[in-house]
């Protein structure tokens, strides 16, 4: 188990090092020139060329690219428009000259909402996702299931801004049956905290479990087809009891891989969640920069979603490995 531990964790770095080079690539990309956007229109073009010397972009991309690897890891460096020197701690994620402030200190004022949005939606995912899949296996072929299956059809379909807007105007400000969506911190009331993001949790959670209780439904019933199970169920055990001990545990390893994709989409939905509800949350902050062109945000948050999925994937490839041995020698 150990060996496989460290093979995974490896596999993760090397995923993050690519994703990282990918992203940073793409920000020198980008048409938007970093100097002329953290100057602004008032500067003219020996106040730009001497700011982009001050920020390093007049140096070779693959030393830019050393410098930032080394800002994750060991911290750096940076200047300010006015040429003061500014320590920006590792994990180093740039300095946002938009914002006036590291990137990191950015994100980790907005991550605690996301966190939040993405904790209770990955709850709404288990408990819908699974209870769905589950009870249309068991009952495949009749009116239950088919029931079940347009309904997760549909869930699969529909699209999360569509959604949003549609049940906050009818929940929201139609009927006043719930609260308007808002982030407050949990320290400050969890009464608050639960009640402002019960719209955003069951829109973000619908939506993904919509495609996880299809998933699952599909796995659920290949396991219900292996020996071991109809061996169970030619003894006299009950059909949900077989199922409840030896189907679930047989695809529990498949659902925790497809658990951790989710945790992607969990991200992306939450992006688009946030500013469908005006939650201040790091895809909110996302979209905000790239409305600035604030390219180091943009980078910052696309390096923080791509580290979670990574982890989350990797977490999940782990718990599989626990739960079936065969895994560790694959």
Same mark, same amino acid.
């Given at each position: 188990?150990?060996?496989?531990?460290?093979?995974? @964790?490896?596999?993760?770095?090397?995923?993050?090092?690519?994703?990282?080079?990918?992203?940073?690539?793409?920000?020198?990309?980008?048409?938007?020139?970093?100097?002329?956007?953290? /100057?602004?229109?008032? /500067?003219?073009?020996?106040?730009? @060329?001497?700011?982009?010397?001050?920020?390093?972009?007049?140096?070779?991309?693959? @030393?830019?690219?050393?410098?930032?690897?080394?800002?994750?890891?060991?911290?750096?460096?940076?200047?300010?428009?006015?040429?003061?020197?500014?320590? /920006?701690?590792?994990? /180093?994620?740039?300095?946002?000259?938009?914002?006036?402030?590291?990137?990191?200190?950015?994100?980790?004022?907005?991550?605690?909402?996301?966190?939040?949005?993405?904790?209770?939606?990955?709850?709404?995912?288990?408990?819908?996702?699974?209870?769905?899949?589950?009870?249309?296996?068991?009952?495949?072929?009749?009116?239950?299931?088919?029931?079940?299956?347009?309904?997760?059809?549909?869930?699969?379909?529909?699209?999360?801004?569509?959604?949003?807007?549609?049940?906050?105007?009818?929940?929201?400000?139609?009927?006043?049956?719930?609260?308007?969506?808002?982030?407050?911190?949990?320290?400050?009331?969890?009464?608050?905290?639960?009640?402002?993001?019960?719209?955003?949790?069951?829109?973000?959670?619908?939506?993904?479990?919509?495609?996880?209780?299809?998933?699952?439904?599909?796995?659920?019933?290949?396991?219900?087809?292996?020996?071991?199970?109809?061996?169970?169920?030619?003894?006299?055990?009950?059909?949900?009891?077989?199922?409840?001990?030896?189907?679930?545990?047989? @695809?529990?390893?498949?659902?925790?891989?497809?658990?951790?994709?989710?945790?992607?989409?969990?991200?992306?939905?939450?992006?688009?969640?946030?500013?469908?509800?005006?939650?201040?949350?790091?895809?909110?902050?996302?979209?905000?920069?790239?409305?600035?062109?604030?390219?180091?945000?943009?980078?910052?948050?696309?390096?923080?979603?791509?580290?979670?999925?990574?982890?989350?994937?990797?977490?999940?490839?782990?718990?599989?490995?626990?739960?079936?041995?065969?895994?560790?020698?694959?």
């Amino acid at each position: 188990m150990t060996g496989y531990v460290l093979r995974r @964790a490896l596999q993760a770095a090397a995923v993050l090092l690519v994703i990282t080079a990918v992203t940073f690539g793409l920000f020198h990309a980008a048409p938007a020139d970093p100097a002329l956007t953290a /100057c602004g229109p008032q /500067c003219d073009s020996a106040q730009v @060329a001497e700011l982009r010397v001050s920020m390093g972009l007049d140096q070779p991309i693959l @030393a830019q690219f050393a410098d930032y690897l080394r800002g994750l890891f060991l911290g750096r460096t940076i200047r300010d428009l006015d040429g003061t020197a500014l320590d /920006c701690a590792a994990p /180093c994620l740039g300095y946002s000259y938009v914002l006036q402030q590291p990137v990191l200190g950015a994100v980790l004022e907005h991550l605690p909402a996301t966190l939040s949005l993405a904790a209770g939606a990955l709850v709404v995912i288990v408990v819908l996702g699974i209870g769905v899949g589950f009870t249309a296996a068991l009952r495949r072929g009749t009116a239950t299931d088919r029931l079940l299956s347009g309904f997760t059809l549909v869930g699969a379909s529909v699209q999360i801004y569509f959604l949003g807007y549609a049940l906050q105007y009818l929940l929201v400000y139609t009927t006043g049956l719930l609260p308007v969506p808002g982030y407050t911190p949990f320290g400050e009331g969890p009464a608050a905290w639960a009640a402002g993001l019960l719209l955003p949790w069951l829109v973000l959670g619908f939506v993904n479990a919509a495609v996880f209780a299809r998933l699952s439904r599909s796995q659920l019933l290949e396991t219900m087809h292996e020996g071991y199970v109809r061996t169970a169920r030619a003894k006299g055990m009950s059909a949900v009891r077989a199922h409840l001990k030896y189907t679930a545990r047989g @695809a529990a390893g498949p659902l925790v891989q497809l658990l951790g994709l989710e945790v992607g989409a969990l991200f992306g939905g939450a992006f688009i969640t946030e500013t469908v509800f005006g939650i201040s949350g790091v895809g909110r902050l996302a979209v905000d920069s790239v409305l600035q062109n604030d390219l180091p945000t943009v980078v910052g948050t696309v390096l923080l979603a791509a580290f979670f999925v990574v982890v989350f994937v990797a977490v999940a490839d782990l718990v599989v490995a626990r739960l079936d041995p065969r895994v560790r020698l694959a």
